[in-house]
């Protein structure tokens, strides 16, 4: 099976992306969030890929991250959700929001996405709840500001899980750090969970 492609990125479009290795084009379908973190044409690029074999048809799918491979992995496990499904899923919300609302229960966030409806979203918060760890650091990072030390993500997803906002819980972390807190998780975590209240 094919879990990782590098090569350089032929063509790309919002659901699809040519990687040329070896001297061979990869088809590779990918979300939209991949999508948009690609270079441009020309340029080498590494995608972790997920590969689906049926009787008719061997497809390739990419994801620039490991938590938006894994996230993939889960939700095909979901009756009546198909890779192609997966794919549009990861498309209409991030990997962080995604799994923020699987894990809360939030079924009409959910049916906001295209093609998903009520019994899909249902079954999704049902089969996956429990199975969706908080996202790891390299979906946490924040843009602004500055990138975030694995520390500061790991209070940041802690924040996120227990119902913060993301822009409050940012804003939170980089309050903590700047007002003194240590740089450990604890007492970041402390200090910047006073800060979101």
Request: proline fraction near 6%; charged fraction near 25%; aromatic fraction near 4%.
């Amino acid at each position: 099976m094919i879990a990782l492609l590098r090569g350089i990125l032929i063509e790309k479009h919002p659901n699809q992306a040519i990687v040329e290795a070896g001297g061979v084009g990869y088809d590779v379908a990918i979300p939209v969030s991949t999508f948009t973190r690609l270079p441009d044409p020309g340029a080498e690029v590494r995608l972790r890929i997920h590969t689906h074999v049926r009787e008719d048809a061997l497809a390739l799918y990419g994801f620039f991250t490991q938590d938006e491979k894994a996230l993939f992995e889960k939700l095909i496990s979901v009756s009546g959700i198909g890779p192609t499904l997966a794919v549009k899923i990861l498309s209409g919300l991030s990997a962080t929001d995604l799994i923020l609302f699987i894990r809360r229960g939030e079924v009409e966030r959910l049916v906001r996405i295209p093609g998903v409806g009520k019994k899909t979203a249902e079954r999704m918060v049902l089969e996956l709840r429990d199975k969706l760890p908080a996202p790891a650091g390299e979906e946490t990072a924040a843009p602004s500001g500055g990138a975030l030390s694995p520390v500061d993500q790991d209070v940041l997803s802690a924040l996120l899980n227990l119902g913060c906002a993301r822009p409050q819980a940012e804003a939170a972390v980089r309050k903590a750090k700047a007002a003194g807190a240590a740089g450990e998780f604890e007492p970041l975590f402390r200090r910047a969970l006073e800060l979101v209240r």
